[in-house]
């Protein structure tokens, strides 16, 4: 008899199970697949970072390597190379998962995990069936990619990120489909090793969900990177020609519009996974979207049953996730832990990063909340001029009454890094004067965070 039983190996998966397992609570962790790791690990979040950075070199080497007075010659990408060095990121890493099941003396079962009854679980995998008893279960099976009828994958020419993420050549030209984050990472990638690059997108702009001035700001940087995009383009078709792909899309206004590429990337988000699990079997439902119902303490309508990560509401950030798994481990375990969702961070990888917390300017103003608005340009600081990452802005949103921030939203190098001191500042209240005041180092890029609260209190920019 097991405490915990959890299902599904990704970030929220295996974070669970370790802290379960570390508050004393004998624990099994399931896993339909041969390696550990979920799609984070294994065809998301890890393979896309390291092409990201494969391709950044490749796109410095042969733009901005020659102004930094190297000469390298003729420089070529070694496709082949980079899907290597991506594969071995992803096999050391999924190892530390392994590692970290073994410390914790986590017992691992590969195969299917499916409800026999609400303390049964059947593990269905290459030697055959065996039944799990359990006092509770978390489900952390996560997302797969989504696509609409129109789009139907093919897994030859038309693609998903997985395939996108170990194709066998550079295309010469790419059709991404979705100006979101899978869309525009797995787009960038391809749009330094010298891919045409054209993003199809329903909405008018990119990133609809995040602040305002984040979209406009990134279509520019991108569109100097060589994609070229097509927003209110409504896709029709998509079809396999053989050696090539032809989408079909209505222009806003009612057009026609035939786009053809060696390949087409299908990036219009993620959907729940939970294919296999017999929720049926125990009398838990699934909203409109396919997510598993839960309540504030990630509960099923079955107590004893949660679930956390992709497969239930909000954004289906692997951080995320692994905040819920702990939350979880440590409600079953007796504790009173909170997740504050309004401060979980949002990054997007291209280059600059973007990255994002809390509300944007237009949600504020639509709850009707006056604010103060400080933006400073990174063109501004002097260690972005140093490494030619000139870029984007940090933008700091206060409440005009009481100075708290109420949201920061940036594009720089090093976004990702630097949204944590956004983060921090937020989770104790801090104000905007709070971070104007402390000593940022020079030169640094976070000194754009301390300029940005500056503006905040008042327009006082010391270096715009």
Known sequence: MYDVVVIGSGPGGYVSAIRCAQLGLKTALVEKYATLGGTC???????????????????????????????????????????????????QTCAGVKFLMDKNKIEVHHGIGSFINSTTIAVTGPEGVKELQTKNVIIATGSKPNFFPSMVPDKQRIITSTEALSLK????????????????????????????????????????????????????????????????????KVTNLGDRTSVVALDKKGNEVTFEADYCLVAVGRKAYTEGLGLDKVGISVNARGQVEVNDHLQTSVSHIYAIGDVVRGAMLAHKAEEEGVFVAEWIAGQKPHINYNLIPGVIYTWPEVASIGKTEEELKTMGIEINVGNFPIKA????????????????????ATDEVLGVHMIAARAADLIMEAAVAMEYRASAEDIARICHPHPTYSEAVKEAALGATGNRYLHS
């Open 381 to 400: 600081l002097g260690r972005a001029r140093a490494s030619m990452d000139t870029s984007g802005f940090i933008k700091i949103i206060s409440d005009k």
């Open 169 to 236: 050549e550079i295309p010469q030209k790419l059709i991404v489909i979705g100006g979101g984050v899978i869309g525009l990472e797995l787009g960038s990638v391809y749009a330094r090793l010298g891919s045409e690059v054209e993003v199809v997108e329903n909405s008018p702009t990119l990133l609809g969900t995040m602040d305002g001035s984040i979209g406009k700001e990134l279509t520019k940087i991108l569109k100097k990177e060589g994609l070229k995009f097509h927003f209110e383009h409504q896709v029709q």
């Open 41 to 91: 690990l294994n065809v998301g979040c890890i393979p896309s970072k390291a092409l990201l950075d494969s391709s950044e070199h490749f796109f410095n080497a042969t733009h901005h390597f020659k102004e930094h007075g190297i000469e390298v010659g003729d420089v070529r990408a070694n496709f082949t190379q980079m899907i290597q060095r991506k594969n071995d990121v992803v096999s």
